[in-house]
């Protein structure tokens, strides 16, 4: 639901509004929970050095490793017994990080979400597809509640069994549809395959977010569903997706954060030194009304930058841009800083190739070898009248080797690491099956 009266607040009073409400969370947390008093303690801060938003940077950061050292409950500032919810968020290795929600705190996690709905065009009596993972990944419950609240339809249908959710959207007909990226793309893929026009379809928006994207793979969602597609940011330490949207009427690449709830800051990567708008670095992120597990300038990993230029729908709430990687999702490859998320942006410059790829690292001797693993684009693929393609055909056909060569050359200059080229026919490289899509696969950390 829009909330004309705290989405548009002036930003003297949203601040205004932020300062009590930090002022209060700090006092709050330095009772009830030791790791926050201990931190506090050791820096020599009493709570009340905290007057205002502005004096935010005094505090330190809270990081992931601190959540999985007080695993499973410690940092829980209410009795467990007065934890309505739990929801976990698997770690690549050991024990998952977990959270806990208040009733009250789920209730504030509904509002934010149907407030990202309504932002992504839902209204209430429209039906939500909601192909987010249920269980303890809070994307499902986290959009069904939110979606609830704006008084949606929902179908809790979960990830995966993409042809039973091909069927009930035909036979729904729902207006909007909630998952991955990668799944809308998959979706987009089993739709076509049936022979399914994007006008046929009933769905009109589409939420995205849980894992990053680009304006190459909002196209091809535009284009295969017949939606707007808007973007949908949030994590599980913070309350789940909620934290920011796009607004379908803007779909620039950047999304509002719900300051009033979540106050934003972007810092140096290197120094944790605040930087300035519109400059790319780390997300950190401060809880100022949530109860169970209120988390003090949470280390996101994510990169991104701010503005703080009231956008064009009258809302001041700062957005964020699109996300650009993770701190920790960098790859090293032969001592070059990579991301997955800078060679999509580079893919989407070549017009006969796909948005689907993956990365595959393993190490030759001692010598980290790069490969990437490409889908060409459709109409390319049968213009070039083969079944399908293979090492031979690449080799054969100057228009594959020539293409293959121009991916490496981009990526080499752009990049600096060279990489092998596989081409791949259409619908060849891995699919989400409803959750997050692993884009890159490391098999050097094996063995
Ligand atoms: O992914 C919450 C969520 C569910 C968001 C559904 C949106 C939709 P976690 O499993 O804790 O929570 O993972 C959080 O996923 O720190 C980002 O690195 C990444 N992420 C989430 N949304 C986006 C997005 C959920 N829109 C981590 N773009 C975050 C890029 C995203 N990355």
């Known amino acids: 639901m829009f909330q004309p009266e705290l989405e548009t607040l002036p930003r003297h009073q949203l601040e205004a509004l932020q300062s009590e409400r930090l002022r209060e969370q700090v006092a709050y947390v330095y009772e009830r ?7 506090l303690d050791e820096r020599g801060l009493e709570p009340s ?69 309504a932002a992504a065009g839902g209204r209430p009596g429209m039906m939500l597809h ?26 809790p249908i979960s990830g995966g069994m993409t042809e039973r959710q091909v ?13 991955t990226p990668s799944y809308a793309q998959t979706l987009a893929e089993a739709f076509r395959a049936r022979g399914v026009a994007p006008e046929e379809i009933s769905l009109k928006y589409a939420v995205l977010g849980a894992e990053p994207w680009t304006e190459a793979v ?41 300051e009033d709830h979540f106050y934003p800051e972007v810092v140096d ?25 209120p988390l003090l300038r949470y280390w996101t990993g994510d990169l991104t930058f701010l503005t703080r230029e009231p956008g064009p729908s009258g809302r001041t709430h700062a957005r964020m841009a699109q996300i650009r990687g993770r701190t920790d999702d960098m790859l090293i490859v032969r001592g070059v800083n990579v991301y997955p998320t800078q060679i999509e942006a580079l893919l989407q410059e070549i017009p006969e190739v796909a948005p689907h790829y993956q990365i595959v690292l393993s190490r ?6 790069m490969e990437l693993k490409l889908e060409v684009a459709e109409p390319f693929f049968r213009g070039l009248g083969v079944p399908a393609l293979s090492e031979e055909n690449v080799e054969a056909d100057p228009r594959l080797s020539h293409l293959r060569e121009r991916v490496g050359r981009k990526i080499k200059d752009h990049v600096g690491i060279s990489v092998r080229v596989t081409l791949l026919s259409p619908g060849t490289a891995p699919r989400s099956e409803g959750g997050k899509l692993r884009r890159v696969l490391d098999l050097r950390k094996q063995g």
């Open 269 to 293: 990567p290197e120094t944790g030194e605040p930087l300035p708008e519109g400059k790319l670095g780390v997300l950190v992120l401060t809880n100022l009304t949530k109860k169970a597990m």
């Open 364 to 369: 030759q001797g001692t010598l980290d070898e």
């Open 130 to 155: 909601n192909a987010y993972g249920y269980g303890l990944f809070t994307g499902g419950l986290g959009l069904h509640a939110g979606a609830e609240k704006l008084g949606m339809t929902v179908v």
């Open 218 to 258: 909002r196209r091809s969602v535009d284009e295969g569903l017949g939606v707007a597609s808007t973007n949908i940011y949030g994590l599980s330490e913070i309350i789940g997706p909620g934290v920011a949207n796009e607004d379908v009427n803007e779909r620039e690449g950047l999304s509002y954060i719900w």
């Open 49 to 117: 050095a905290i007057k205002s938003i502005q004096d935010i940077h005094k505090l330190p950061f809270t990081r992931k490793q601190d959540l999985r050292e007080a695993y499973p409950f410690g940092l829980f500032a209410v009795p467990r017994e007065q934890i309505a919810r739990i929801h976990a968020s698997s770690g690549t290795t050991g024990k998952p990080t977990v959270v806990g929600y208040t009733k009250g705190d789920l209730e504030i996690f509904a509002e934010v979400v149907a407030r990202s709905l």
């Open 167 to 179: 069927m009930l959207i035909q036979d729904f007909k729902p207006e909007m549809i909630a998952c």
């Open 33 to 39: 929970v030791p790791f926050y008093r201990r931190m």
